[in-house]
């Protein structure tokens, strides 16, 4: 729809009362699948919950992961769990029932702006878990004083701080415009592109000022990140023996696995010129669903001290209950 196409629509439908709810048109599929697809993404969401209150658990109770990276990794255990709950249950209801495709305005505005804030701070801390990384390998005699209780509280902040600020502007710019015709949202969840197609008014500055915000924040993340690693895989192949440049190399290719799994389909969805409904659907399910669940996967199989806590954690239930 051209945005001449919006205002006389707007200006036809002025004495016409606001939207005050939306409809989620889901996943696109057939209705054959509806319980077939629900049944999945309800086994997906109960594991991506178990398994990232496991992870805060073994952490807060095994003394061993007190350290930096198991503090910022409780924060993105944290995040994941939201950020799952954020979307999945509203798309699960999709599925069972057409009242369950109903949000209200206010719902939607906070949905959307919940989205932002938890996808926002996840991408500034994965920064700051490569920094953590650069820091403990580039300059283990140092990273103890470096990294300190007090900064990795203060980075910490920081990210939700940031994340906070970031989806304030990106809820604000989106629900600042008039809603007063179609309402129904072409996504399975309240999400600013398809959002800004059914607004009744020039959205085109508002785009621009949008995929510019996500593209710095994106972008300069990522690149931060991108220099991180660099460095580290010069500093990983000074390493003289062969155990240590395999170990060092085995702490960071978890957080790259994830990291991957997080910006590509940002970026494809956020930052690439045109946007196709179906597409973006599909392809949000990755970052809001499947990788929320990679992380307690990633990070209990590929980490030897987490899974010693786990066996120990295991070990200590029967003892307790025997008591």
Excluded at 235 to 255: M, N, V, Y
């Amino acid at each position: 729809m051209t945005n001449m196409e919006k205002d006389q629509r707007c200006v036809e439908m002025a004495n016409v009362s606001l939207v005050t709810t939306f409809i989620l048109m889901g996943l696109p599929h057939a209705s054959a699948l509806d319980t077939p697809l629900f049944g999945i993404f309800l086994v997906i969401y109960v594991l991506t919950v178990v398994g990232n209150l496991l992870i805060l658990l073994v952490i807060s109770v095994d003394s061993h992961l007190h350290t930096p990276m198991y503090y910022f990794l409780t924060n993105l255990s944290f995040i994941d769990m939201w950020f799952s709950t954020v979307t999945v249950p509203k798309m699960l209801m999709t599925f069972i029932s057409t009242g369950g495709r109903t949000i209200s305005f206010r719902s939607c505005v906070a949905q959307l702006y919940s989205f932002h804030f938890l996808g926002s701070t996840e991408c500034f801390l994965y920064t700051i878990m490569s920094y953590d990384r650069y820091l403990a390998i580039c300059y283990p005699l140092r990273y103890t004083s470096m990294m300190s209780g007090r900064t990795c509280v203060l980075l910490a902040a920081s990210t939700w701080l940031s994340g906070s600020l970031h989806s304030a502007i990106q809820t604000t710019l989106t629900f600042r415009l008039p809603y007063c015709g179609p309402n129904q949202i072409q996504h399975y969840f309240c999400d600013a592109p398809p959002i800004l197609k059914l607004a009744c008014a020039d959205t085109s500055a508002i785009e621009m000022v949008i995929f510019v915000s996500i593209g710095v924040v994106a972008s300069g993340c990522f690149l931060l990140i991108a220099l991180s690693y660099i460095s580290i895989v010069c500093s990983i192949l000074k390493i003289r023996t062969s155990e240590g440049r395999h170990r060092a190399f085995q702490t960071c290719a978890s957080h790259c696995i994830v990291v991957l799994c997080f910006f590509v389909p940002c970026v494809f969805i956020y930052l690439r010129p045109g946007s196709k409904n179906a597409v973006d659907g599909v392809v949000a399910v990755f970052y809001t669903v499947l990788t929320p669940l990679l992380n307690p996967v990633v990070y209990t199989l590929r980490n030897k001290e987490v899974k010693k806590a786990l066996l120990k954690l295991k070990d200590k239930v029967p003892y307790s209950s025997s008591k």
